[in-house]
């Protein structure tokens, strides 16, 4: 897992895919807030289309690229928890504090990956690196 969360922390422009409300897919930029007991956390706003979307269909697909070329493909399943600790980690981007505010935002929620499958490959020739927790 050290690997995966080095890559998303190194490229932190990552790309979310999920099935959109009427069925067809739907990608967007996201990032990944960090690890926190043994989870990838993310976070975002219950009033936004992607927390329906997750709400109906939890399962996802994230990308990023580093700027030698080398990819990160990710695919889980999204568990929403209300829990303290992970948007207080997420909280520490200016950004998503600027939007937020506090943890005790009513809009703001997070989510972990579970069953999470993930590989880290470039052009090399070499076989990708696989990651499953």
């Known amino acids: 897992m050290q690997d995966v969360v080095t890559f998303l922390k190194n490229n932190p422009v990552h790309f979310l895919a999920t099935v959109s409300l009427d069925g067809k897919a739907r990608c967007r930029p996201f990032q990944c807030a960090g690890e926190l007991d043994g989870k990838l956390w993310f ?27 080398a990819w990160l493909r990710m695919s889980g399943e999204a568990v929403f928890e209300n829990n303290l600790a992970a948007k207080e980690m997420c909280l520490q981007s200016p950004l998503v ?3 937020y505010g506090d943890a005790t935002n009513p809009i703001f ?7 999470v499958h993930a590989e880290i490959a470039d052009f090399s020739g070499n076989p990708a690196k696989v990651y499953d927790f």
Request: overall charge positive.
């Open 43 to 69: 976070c975002t706003n219950n009033t936004k289309e992607v927390f329906r979307e997750l709400q109906k269909n939890p399962f996802v697909q994230v990308s990023a690229t580093s700027p030698d070329f």
């Open 109 to 115: 929620v997070v989510f972990y990956l579970k069953n």
């Open 97 to 99: 504090k600027s939007i």
